[in-house]
């Protein structure tokens, strides 16, 4: 990912952020793509939106360590922009690559962008705190902590369903018990 060209992404970056986190994690979480701090330090949620995420793992509780943290794209869009279509699909074999060798139980994705990309009919406004099912797995769409930042009433929805997620994971565990036990 380091050296990747496949998308005009490459051009603006500081480094690539692949993702961190735990190789035996249960949990995938996929936000949308890096921020600046996250450009200069080439690790996924570590500006404001990061400390939300932290206060809201903590909540269930948990710890990024427990979890495996990425993004859709793994290099920063310029000014913070949405990716395009055209940039999630060059990130498209990385993601797929990641989830095969961590073979989560739980796809939790932050935003809208996110969620598009496992569920493409599927609207934040409306899904998100749904528990889905997915490939063999749960999909958990949620809020992006950034708009949480931004609304009190988003953040106050991102708090209430991610007290959700043990319950995703135990669903998750009744969806594919192998899964379960192979780990």
């Known amino acids: 990912m380091r050296s ?9 970056r500081t480094n690539s952020v692949p993702g961190s986190g735990s190789s035996k994690a249960e949990i995938f979480i996929i936000g949308e793509g890096p921020g ?8 996924p949620f570590v500006g404001r939106s990061g400390k939300l995420l932290d206060e809201l793992l903590t909540s269930i509780p948990m710890t990024r ?3 495996f943290i990425t993004n859709v794209v793994k290099c920063r869009p310029p000014d913070n922009r949405d990716p395009l ?24 994705t932050l935003g809208r962008v996110s969620m598009l990309r496992f569920h493409p009919k599927g ?16 999909l958990f769409p949620l809020y992006h902590p950034a708009a949480g930042l931004r609304n009190p009433t988003i953040k106050r929805e991102l708090q209430k369903d991610v007290l959700k997620l043990p319950e ?10 192998k899964k379960a036990t192979a780990k």
């Open 4 to 12: 990747c060209t496949a998308c005009g992404l490459h051009s603006t």
């Open 36 to 43: 600046f701090n996250e450009d200069q330090q080439g690790l």
């Open 65 to 67: 360590e427990e979890v």
């Open 85 to 108: 279509p055209d940039e999630v699909a060059a990130c498209r074999t990385y993601l797929e690559h990641q989830m095969e060798l961590l073979d989560p139980k739980v796809v939790v």
């Open 123 to 138: 609207k934040i406004s409306q899904d998100h705190g749904k528990i889905l099912e997915w490939g063999g797995r749960i």
């Open 168 to 177: 995703a994971l135990r669903q998750a565990n009744r969806v594919s018990p």
